[in-house]
């Protein structure tokens, strides 16, 4: 198999797993979340810090003002 066609493949599986994770986060109840830092976009390396849901790891909400001062303190 060539590299071009061994790119293909990953791209194709990546495009599935990404449909996957998609299909899971959109029926998650998200029970539980926490603060973590995320990428802004799949696509960056700039890292922000979102609420996120503790099972699918999906990005739920943005802090306020007192929640970042908070845990920027910790």
Same mark, same amino acid.
């Given at each position: 198999?060539? +590299?071009? /066609? !061994?790119?293909?493949?990953?791209?194709?599986?990546?495009? %599935?797993?990404?449909? $996957?994770?998609? +299909?899971? /986060? !959109?029926?998650?109840?998200?029970?539980?979340?926490?603060? %973590?830092?995320?990428? $802004?976009?799949?696509?960056?390396?700039?890292?922000?810090?979102?609420?996120?849901?503790?099972?699918?790891?999906?990005?739920?909400?943005?802090?306020?003002?007192?929640?970042?001062?908070?845990?920027?303190?910790?």
């Amino acid at each position: 198999m060539g +590299k071009t /066609q !061994k790119v293909a493949t990953l791209l194709g599986e990546r495009q %599935k797993i990404e449909k $996957e994770i998609e +299909k899971i /986060q !959109k029926s998650c109840q998200h029970p539980t979340k926490s603060i %973590k830092n995320v990428r $802004e976009r799949l696509d960056s390396t700039t890292m922000v810090i979102r609420w996120t849901c503790d099972t699918c790891s999906s990005v739920v909400g943005i802090l306020n003002n007192n929640e970042l001062q908070n845990y920027l303190k910790q």
